[in-house]
């Protein structure tokens, strides 16, 4: 009988050992599960996971991390990692459950992967809190961005969350387009050229010219079509203008700057821009060569 007591006693004090922890403990611990994310990605999306099936309060935390950032595109595109999905999964993902949309902070897609289909053209216009897009192309190459494609384009770029844009190896990107863009702050170009085609009319665009703050050329050389992107880039966003005459993009309030500097061919656009940027605190030059190199200390010798 006694026995009997004493087995039920402790099986007492072994469910009441249990912690209840606060619900900013509980916070916490998800968000530093989640700051491991630029490190390992995809082992991050894991453990998010599986703090999201341990309790409902962990599952409410875990999920704006594991829907903050939403790769789309071919699994080609995505080799081994667990975040990327398909069109088709993606649209059915967000029109199963629509509040998904409202926790995309990034979203990382495939040029190739844009359609005019009214399902994924909807599930876009649902992203109303994106601030992050990066836009990358598997192949490259000219014609990328048919009718079709520039439709869905104009839906991602007038999101008014949208600061960050990010585009990579993508050739003849229509910079007409970003003239929906009215909060972007920040654009990087990682082997891109420009283009100011454009199928659609523009009829209707906001009322200020984007106020860029930071802008970033990098180059790896493996689709760009052009010897010198980077300076055909800069020249046509600084001559690129709206139907009403003002300039697509306002450099004046420019923060950060980079590029890639030349040895034999001085780049004038740079230098308009450097004089129309009279807020620059951050200039990163990267050289093209050796001999650029070599060339840049010379000048900045003599400077000093």
């Not at 082992?43 to 409410?60: D, E, G, P, Q």
């Not at 790769?71 to 990327?84: M, N, T």
């Not at 093209?288 to 000093?304: G, M």
């Amino acid at each position: 009988m006694q026995l009997g007591k004493h087995s039920h006693h402790r099986n007492t004090q072994d469910t009441m050992v249990i912690p209840k922890l606060p619900s900013d403990i509980l916070g916490a611990i998800v968000d530093l599960v989640a700051s491991e994310r630029e490190r390992d990605p995809q082992l991050c999306l894991i453990n998010l996971k599986a703090c999201s099936r341990t309790c409902h309060i962990l599952s409410l935390f875990s999920r704006k991390h594991i829907f903050a950032e939403i790769r789309v595109g071919p699994p080609a595109a995505f080799q081994r990692l667990e975040s990327s999905i398909t069109v088709r999964q993606f649209t059915r993902k967000i029109s199963n459950s629509p509040w998904i949309a409202t926790l995309v902070r990034k979203l990382i897609l495939n040029v190739e992967a844009l359609s005019a289909d009214t399902a994924f053209v909807e599930t876009l216009i649902m992203l109303q809190n994106l601030q992050t897009l990066e836009l990358y192309s598997l192949w490259g190459g000219p014609s990328l961005f048919s009718p079709q494609r520039q439709s869905s384009l104009i839906h991602l770029l007038r999101i008014p969350t949208l600061t960050h844009l990010v585009l990579n190896k993508i050739c003849d990107f229509p910079a007409a387009s970003l003239i929906n863009c009215v909060k972007l702050t920040h654009f990087t170009l990682d082997d891109v050229t420009l283009s100011y085609d454009w199928n659609e009319p523009i009829s209707i665009f906001p009322r200020d010219s984007i106020q860029l703050l930071e802008y970033h050329f990098k180059s790896g050389g493996s689709n760009v079509t052009t010897a010198r992107p980077d300076v055909e880039n800069m020249k046509l966003l600084l001559d690129a203008q709206r139907p009403d005459g003002h300039p697509l993009i306002d450099f004046t309030n420019l923060r950060s700057l980079c590029f890639l500097y030349h040895a034999h061919k001085p780049s004038i656009s740079y230098a308009r821009l450097m004089k129309v940027a009279g807020h620059l605190n951050e200039v990163v030059i990267q050289c093209a060569s050796w001999s650029a190199s070599e060339h840049l200390n010379s000048k900045l010798i003599v400077s000093i």
